[in-house]
């Protein structure tokens, strides 16, 4: 069973608008990751926030977290053309005795000119 | 430095035929992932290597799939015999430690689809 939920599915925007796309999860995290996935490509890690972080910045991306809401929301500023992928955020879990990455079904951004 | 690459890229074949994956990855990572990524989801654990050795492959369908790493450097991931729902792209991706917080490098992926 998936951990991570993400929302929406699809999102279509217009270059310079900003972006946003929401993750929620069921059971307690050590962190969260997304990762973005151009078509036809395999994925690349964006950005990681832990438990016991709120906010994190990287260039465009702002990542929250809340653990109470167990969700965590991306924010892509200024959008552009080249932001056109699938977003998926992955939680580490514990499954099986270990923690491994277990990803969401993703969010398909679409970025306009 | 070079990424994880995978071959082949893509691969067409009949139901219960076999089909094979390789998978390269970067440098000095110790522990290897494959996954499964059905269209219009997102990937799938299916076996996770720390080396040589099997840390999980508890989603792997033993009775079709196999894996491995002999040296603890490339790897193969076999199906046989296939059938129309392992129509996926199979990734491959590598990461340092078996830390989940480590970044995890992946390949482009062979896309597969039984016929």
């Known amino acids: 069973s998936q951990q991570g939920e993400e929302d929406p599915q699809a999102l279509s925007i217009q270059e310079g608008e900003n972006a946003t796309m929401n993750c929620s999860y069921k059971?307690?995290?050590?962190?969260l990751q997304w990762y973005r996935q151009n078509s036809g490509r395999g994925l690349v890690h964006l950005i990681l926030i832990r438990s016991n972080e709120r906010e994190k910045h990287s260039g465009r991306l702002r990542v929250t977290l809340d653990t109470s809401k167990k969700s965590s929301s991306l924010l892509i500023t200024a959008s552009r053309a080249a932001d056109t992928a699938s977003y998926f955020c992955a939680t580490d879990a514990n499954s099986g005795g270990y923690n491994k990455l277990i990803f969401g079904a993703g969010t398909r951004l679409a970025v306009h000119p | 430095e070079a990424g994880v690459a995978q071959s082949p890229r893509y691969k067409i074949i009949e139901k219960r035929q076999s089909v094979a994956f390789w998978c390269n990855p970067i440098s000095g990572h110790a522990t290897l992932y494959w996954y499964q990524q059905i269209l219009g989801q997102g990937p799938k654990l299916l076996i996770q290597?720390?080396?040589?050795?099997?840390?999980?492959d508890s989603q792997l369908p033993k009775d079709r799939f196999s894996a491995e790493r002999l040296k603890g450097v490339d790897s193969t991931l076999k199906i046989q015999p296939a059938k129309l729902e392992d129509s996926a792209v199979y990734l491959c991706a590598s990461s340092f430690t078996r830390n989940p917080a480590e970044t995890q490098y992946f390949g482009p992926g062979t896309r597969l689809l039984v016929l």
């Open positions: 290597f720390q080396n040589n050795g099997v840390v999980d």
């Open positions: 059971t307690s995290i050590n962190n």
